[in-house]
């Protein structure tokens, strides 16, 4: 949506910022349809979700959302094409070609759709924790989307802009709509007399003809929502967050912050004072390295002679401490890729040299926390906890290739969106991995190889275990499904779940 005026009344405004003021909507025209786009979206959202359940209405209200998002922003764009095409043609007296939207923007399109992929998951998962976190990440990449580049206000900004820019856009809408107001007041008391009469029509006559027929009594009680307190608080809080998501959404198009600038200043680092410290780190790094591969040779006798542990209790002992350090390194990095002098070749070549070898350093050390993970969870079973955090762990691996690549190109500007956007692909790819049916499935290994099976944890978990269960004999199959079955209850099309729609 372009930054269109519509009256002149200052200078012009940059954008929203955290806290915007009455200036920054008042200075950026309100394009037509906004406040039906929300109202659209908001009464979706109440009709379409069930937030105590994943469901394919999750996926539905946010694809109405984001179609009404973007035919009022293409309308926008048209409107100012051609009211700048039709200055220029006055101005100048040469004919001009009009252009509606502006080219395609990829990485736009990349976040929405990783959004809607997000969303996706609950119409085929039925674990809550999984979708829960696929619905977090989801509204933190269409908030990227709407942004589509880096703004100058940063990366959290960035994450959270559509919900910091709501508050500015319910007044932004209301004055958009004052020239409708204005000159359809007549009209509008009209139309709201002719819907007060049609309700009190429909609550004499619907009560008298449910009343006289059973089938169309029951055609009326599979068409009327019941209407309940906790119902109707579930509508309003749907309605008026996806109502002010679609604001924010819309003001952040009309008037975006302003983009990120390349040049990157205030490197005060030298040399002589990071280098000691990440040389140290690096050396550090490199003798745990050479003790894991002693470790890894020696195998378990060596283990329990030198520490008096079995391998299982060894690898729990050490995988927090070094999921720690992994992090702490990361941030180590991150802070010397900013601030570290780059003023001659020398000292690019010690930065590019002493933060590769971290990073490298720093990858080991992630195969050895994942192996120690991966160890324990062998002797002791598998559970959502312990494969959240391998997962966690093989994406700050992914984070650590993402940094060496930064760091050889002396380049960080993109490295912010990048580790996002592999955050979101890491959980998109463990909800295609159907992570509780895999849990169920290596802990029957585990049973299967003569070690117990908690089944009290199994039966804990959502209906995407019930294809792991087959492998069980009777009764404990029996027992395991009638547990898993009982909270299925019913579904309406709104919650329909492919998960749950097979355990029926």
């Known amino acids: 949506m372009a930054e269109a005026r519509a009256e002149k009344v200052g200078p012009p405004v940059a954008g929203p910022m955290f806290l915007p003021r009455p200036s920054t909507w008042r200075g950026v025209a309100c394009p037509p349809g906004v406040a039906l786009a929300a109202l659209v979206s908001g ?19 946010a694809g109405v959302a984001a179609t009404a998002v973007f035919l009022v922003d293409r309308d926008a764009r048209k409107r100012a094409a051609s009211t700048t095409s039709d200055a220029v043609e006055a101005t100048s007296g040469r004919q001009t070609a009009r252009t509606g939207s502006p080219r395609f923007n990829a990485g736009r399109l990349w976040w929405a759709a990783l959004a809607l992929a997000l969303l996706a998951v609950g119409a085929v998962r039925a674990a809550g924790w999984l979708f829960a976190l696929c619905v977090v990440a989801a509204c933190v990449a269409g908030s990227l989307a709407v942004v589509a580049r880096r703004s100058a206000n940063g ?33 509008a008391r009209r139309l709201g007399l002719s819907a007060v009469v049609t309700v009190a029509l429909l609550t004499v006559f619907v009560p008298l003809l449910g009343s006289a027929d059973a089938m169309f009594a029951a055609l009326l009680e599979t068409v009327t929502p019941d209407v309940d307190m906790p119902s109707l608080a579930r509508w309003i809080a749907l309605f008026a967050v996806a109502g002010l998501g679609t604001l924010g959404a819309l003001f952040l198009l009309a008037g975006p912050p302003p983009p990120a600038t390349a040049a990157v200043a205030g490197r005060t680092l030298r040399r002589s004072e990071w ?28 283990v329990q002679e030198t520490s008096g542990l079995t391998y299982a209790e060894y690898a729990r002992t050490g995988f927090w401490q070094l999921s720690a350090v992994t992090v702490l390194t990361l941030a180590v990095l991150m802070v010397v890729l900013r601030w570290a002098a780059q003023d001659t070749a020398a000292d690019r070549w010690w930065l590019r040299g002493l933060l590769v070898a971290v990073s490298v350093l720093a990858l080991v050390i992630v195969a050895s926390a994942l192996g120690r993970m991966w160890t324990y969870q062998q002797a002791y079973g ?16 992914l984070v650590y290739v993402l940094v060496s690549a930064a760091v050889l190109r002396l380049r960080r500007a993109w490295l912010p ?3 996002v956007g592999t955050a979101m692909a890491t959980l998109l790819a463990l909800a295609v991995l159907d992570p509780e049916r895999l849990i169920a499935e290596r802990n029957i290994d585990r049973w299967q190889q003569g070690k ?35 909270d299925l209850g019913g579904d309406a099309w709104q919650s329909w779940n492919l998960s749950r729609a097979r355990a029926r």
């Open 155 to 187: 990366i959290l900004y960035d994450t959270f802009a559509v919900w910091l820019a709501a508050a500015a856009a319910v007044p932004w809408a209301y004055a958009g709509t004052a020239r409708v107001r204005s000159g359809n007041a007549p009209r």
């Open 452 to 486: 117990t099976l908690d089944t009290e944890y199994l039966v804990t978990l959502s209906p995407d275990i019930l294809p792991a269960t087959d492998r069980l004999p009777e009764p404990l199959r029996a027992q395991v499904r009638t547990r898993l079955r009982a």
């Open 43 to 61: 009464s979706a959202a109440a009709v379409l979700i069930h937030w105590d359940r994943p469901g394919i209405g999750w996926l539905l209200a």
């Open 417 to 419: 969106r990048a580790v």
């Open 275 to 302: 280098a000691l410290p990440v040389g140290a780190l690096a050396v550090l790094f490199a003798a745990f390295v050479a003790t894991q591969f002693v470790v890894l040779f020696g195998g378990d006798d060596y």
């Open 382 to 397: 598998f559970t959502v906890l312990r494969l959240l955090v391998e997962v966690c762990e093989l994406w700050l691996g």
